[in-house]
C-alpha cells in the first residue's frame, strides 16, 4: 500500500510541476508574479479568449480589457479551472482586477489574483500570487 502512496505522491508532484514545465520548453519567458506590484485596475471587458498560453501552461483563458490606459489583455487561468467553477465573464462587464502588469509576449498585460464584478468575486492566484489552479 506505500508503494502505491508513493507513486501517487510522485505522479502528483510531476503534474504539479508540468505547467512550469510547458513554459520552459515553449522558449517564452514568463514573468513571475511580483506582490510587491500589485495594483487594482478597473475596466470594461471588451472580449473573452481561450488560446495557448505559456503562463497557464496549455489552454488559457484570457480577457481582453478597456482600461482608463488603453486595451490591455488579462491572464486568468487555465481554461479548464474557468469551467470547472462555472465563471463567465463576457463582453460589456464592468470588472475591477487586482493582479500585476507585466510585459509578456512583446506587450503590456495584466496577471490577474483576483476579479471583482459587482458583488461577485473570483480568484484565480492565492495572496502570494501563486496560481490556484
Not at 8 to 26: D, E, K, N, R, Y
Not at 34 to 52: L, P
Not at 71 to 91: N, P, R
Not at 98 to 114: H, L, S, W, Y
Request: glycine fraction near 8%; aromatic fraction near 10%; proline fraction near 3%.
Amino acid at each position: 500500500m506505500k508503494r502505491w502512496q508513493s507513486s501517487l505522491l510522485v505522479f502528483a508532484m510531476i503534474l504539479a510541476a508540468l505547467p512550469a514545465a510547458i513554459a520552459q520548453t515553449s522558449g517564452v519567458a514568463v514573468p513571475k508574479y511580483d506582490k510587491a506590484s500589485e495594483a487594482v485596475y478597473k475596466g470594461t471587458i471588451v472580449e473573452v479568449r481561450d488560446r495557448q498560453c505559456p503562463v497557464s501552461g496549455g489552454m488559457g483563458s484570457h480577457l481582453i480589457v478597456k482600461t482608463s490606459e488603453g486595451v490591455i489583455e488579462v491572464h486568468l487561468s487555465t481554461s479548464k479551472f474557468v469551467k470547472q467553477y462555472e465563471v463567465v465573464f463576457k463582453a460589456g462587464d464592468t470588472v475591477e482586477i487586482t493582479g500585476v502588469k507585466v510585459k509578456f509576449e512583446n506587450a503590456d498585460a495584466i496577471f490577474a489574483r483576483k476579479i471583482k464584478r459587482g458583488t461577485d468575486e473570483f480568484l484565480f492566484r492565492d495572496n502570494d500570487g501563486k496560481p490556484l489552479w
